[in-house]
């Protein structure tokens, strides 16, 4: 038998240069997204040469573009800013200056960019490329390149991503950095709020948001804040007034502490700015109360970034490689952006005249033409918070309809939250709302009472004040339910939580043919960490538990730099990987484990020899993130104690089982806000079946960029009843990116 030579796979990067840079304003999330590219890139075969301090570095050249290999990017995706450096450059503005650029990209190979910056640096990246081949012949005519360099590169490929803090580019829901600063500006909030509340003082906090108001409005939701000027809808002739009736108001239901935020780009109708300190001094001299100002400042950019701007920087790195090693010569490039949970491309012109739109029309006073460009999630968030802090409210009579909120299974951060946006939500539309302590079982035992505007006050950074179980009804505890809804008047069930609390709901909807009182509208909403529900992609609590993960994965991995060490940490979720597969790519694991992969020994075998071989090659720190239900038989401790017998002394192992702390924790502003989007669409959903006089049931989630609303009845259709889970995942998609940027080549 002769010997057959295995067939050389050719790389889709083999021969292709990729030059990488960040401009303008630094974001958090742009270091993981400069670490994604190097490393996608390298598995592909691709070499990245690093372009340090934006544009500048490409018009200077030399020491300015530097050849970026897998190691150099090891310990970055835990940090804020740039590695690379960012820097407004004057001279790239110049046409002289994008020919110097083109010589020193033309020296080094590259005619393939990877932009990561604001609108500015985009549309600089796209004027450069459509002069790309003038430039060639021009540097032909004066000899600083030759004929056969012109031809090799005929033109410039690129891909431009977005970083910034204020989430303005118009056709994307999230840019790099954004869910960062807004962590930063709701813990603010939450302090504040603390020594707000001692006092009875009230605080003026100022956002970055020259143009934009994202941070400035949604972090005024995620805090439960009292007012909001935001450049995009500024307030009609005579807001003072109307600001301190709102603060007023507050006061009445019992809030000792008072909140406004104030978009630094803040202006009122006429285009006078809203300053901070105007606003400050409009509520003394009207309401005669002492106030403070608190200016947040360049704090909002820095520090490490949320556990959402890792994984999803990392999955854009990951579609900026792929786009640009895919891309053929005289395409044009995009800008890559999540619309939803989903990776979008956006022609870049479009995008950056639709961006630049905005600001005009806010000058021209076309705030309405201003709020349709910022997109349907933005102005539904605008119209909820004016709802909560200017209640159009009915006084509460016996004709109201009743609405009981109640929870059901594992707690997950953000069910009080949720909770009360719905109490306010729903007394501002005219509903008496209603709490059922304690679950279903306190359904069964008459729990339940009435719930106020001023009793939920602090509910926003709790967990579940109401209390939850994992109990679902017997079919012999339904009669006893169907009279408490009986007596208690109840017309309506909002329910909050997870895979229990729907089958619980679920079962009541199927017997109301022999329990009448139980065949009430029933609204449920999606909270669990387990993030297992049907119907939504997201659910409350998830994005919290991701954040304490990633923050335990950062120390763990920190206190094993001294030595040359393996961790082996475990994580919930049940049989639904999501924790898992998204904690590794945002704390940066080699390997995850997975129930809807399974482990099997070849598998955890390859894993042990790759891992001997790494640690011989220099590696110092190894970790691999498990799903709790991964394998009944291969445990976390099965799988450390594996690798510390098969190690043979390269490097030590520990184990860390994060347990009930990923319940835990105040929730994030993603989790907040997702709870006020959902409650208030439940209500909607009630509504309506109030006003037809129907009985139906529905669950609801986030799919994609949308609240979508599905009937009860349809829940089954959806899942996995095994393994309690929904049978079509998306997050499953990205395997192939914790591969690309885990896996070396060695």
């Known amino acids: 038998m002769t010997n057959q030579v295995a067939p050389v796979v050719e790389l889709l990067g083999a021969g292709k240069k990729i030059g990488i840079l960040t401009s303008g304003g630094d974001a958090q999330g742009m270091n993981a997204t400069v670490r994604a590219v190097v490393r996608t890139a390298v598995s592909l075969g691709a070499r990245v040469f690093a372009i340090y301090e934006g544009y500048q570095g490409m018009v200077d050249g030399g020491a300015g573009i530097r050849e970026l290999v897998w190691e150099d990017v090891g310990s970055i995706l835990h940090k804020g800013g740039t590695m690379i450096g960012t820097f407004r450059s004057k001279d790239f503005r110049e046409y002289d200056g994008r020919k110097r650029a083109a010589v020193n990209l033309l020296a080094n190979g590259i005619d393939r960019l990877i932009v990561i910056g604001g609108d500015g640096s985009l549309s600089g990246l796209d004027q450069f490329r459509g002069e790309w081949t003038q430039i060639l012949t021009e540097l032909v005519a004066e000899g600083k390149i030759t004929q056969e360099v012109a031809d090799a590169h005929p033109s410039l490929m690129f891909a431009g991503l977005v970083g910034s803090i204020d989430n303005d580019l118009v056709g994307t829901d999230m840019t790099i950095g954004a869910d960062s600063a807004l962590h930063r500006i709701v813990d603010a909030i939450d302090a504040l709020g603390s020594t707000a509340a001692s006092h009875q003082r009230c605080f003026v906090v100022e956002v970055m948001g020259r143009h934009c108001g994202y941070l400035a409005l949604m972090s005024a939701i995620a805090g439960g804040c009292d007012y909001v000027l935001i450049p995009e809808n500024p307030p009609e002739e005579g807001w003072e007034h109307q600001l301190c009736a709102a603060l007023k108001r507050g006061r009445a239901a019992g809030r000792r502490d008072s909140m406004v935020v104030v978009a630094e780009g803040a202006c009122d109708r006429s285009g006078k700015p809203i300053t901070s300190a105007y606003v400050r001094q409009a509520i003394e001299d009207i309401l005669g109360e002492e106030a403070r100002v608190t200016i947040l400042g360049h704090v909002q950019r820095g520090g490490a970034p949320s556990a959402y701007d890792r994984w999803a920087s990392t999955w854009l790195g990951y579609e900026a490689v792929m786009e640009v090693l895919t891309a053929e010569p005289g395409t044009t490039g995009p800008v890559i952006g999540f619309r939803g949970n989903r990776v979008s491309r956006v022609p870049l012109i479009e995008a950056v005249a639709k961006t630049r739109k905005v600001p005009e029309l ?97 509910w926003l950074t709790g967990g579940a004040d109401l209390g939850t179980s994992r109990t679902v009804p017997a079919v012999e505890d339904l009669y006893r339910i169907s009279r408490q ?171 860390n089982i994060l347990g009930h702390i990923q319940q835990g924790g105040s929730p994030s502003p993603f989790d907040r806000l997702l709870g006020v989007r959902l409650v208030s669409k439940g209500l909607d959903v009630l509504a309506a079946e109030f006003a037809a006089g129907t009985n139906e049931s529905h669950y609801l989630g986030l799919v994609q960029s949308k609240v979508e609303v599905r009937p009860l009845e349809q829940m089954a259709e959806e899942m996995d009843p095994t393994y309690r889970r929904p049978l079509q995942q998306w997050w499953m998609d990205l395997r192939p990116v914790l591969k690309a940027v885990s896996d070396a080549a060695i």
């Open 485 to 655: 809804l009986e007596e208690h008047h109840i017309d309506a069930l909002l329910v909050i939580g997870g895979w229990d609390a729907y089958e619980a709901a679920q079962m009541l909807h199927a017997e109301s043919d022999r329990f009448p009182a139980c065949g009430l509208p029933i609204v449920c909403v999606p909270a669990s960490i387990d993030n297992n529900l049907p119907g939504s992609e997201l659910s409350i609590g998830t994005d919290t538990a991701l954040n304490v993960i990633t923050e335990a994965i950062d120390r763990i991995k920190m206190s094993g730099q001294a030595n040359r060490r393996a961790f082996v940490v475990e994580t919930m979720g049940r049989y639904c990987g999501y924790l898992a597969l998204m904690s590794a790519i945002s704390g940066g694991a080699e390997r995850v484990y997975l129930h809807e992969d399974g482990i099997e020994l070849p598998a955890l075998l390859d894993d042990i020899r790759w891992l001997r071989r790494s640690f011989a090659s220099g590696r110092k720190l190894f970790l691999a993130i498990r799903n709790e239900s991964a394998n009944p038989l291969y445990t976390t401790d099965f799988l450390a104690r594996l690798l510390q017998q098969e190690g043979q002394g390269r490097y030590d192992v520990r184990q």
């Open 362 to 458: 806010i000058a021209a006073g076309d705030f309405a033409a201003a709020m349709e460009l910022r997109g349907g999630s933005f102005t539904e968030a605008s119209r909820i918070f004016a709802e909560m802090v200017e209640p159009s409210r009915i006084e509460s009579d016996t004709e109201c309809k009743r609405i009981a909120i109640i929870h059901g299974g594992g707690l997950a951060p953000g069910m009080d939250s949720a909770a009360a946006t719905a109490v306010r939500l729903g007394i501002s539309r005219g509903y008496r709302m209603l709490g059922v302590q304690g679950g279903f079982p306190g359904l069964r035992e008459g729990a339940i009472s009435e719930l106020s505007w001023g009793e939920v006050e602090g």
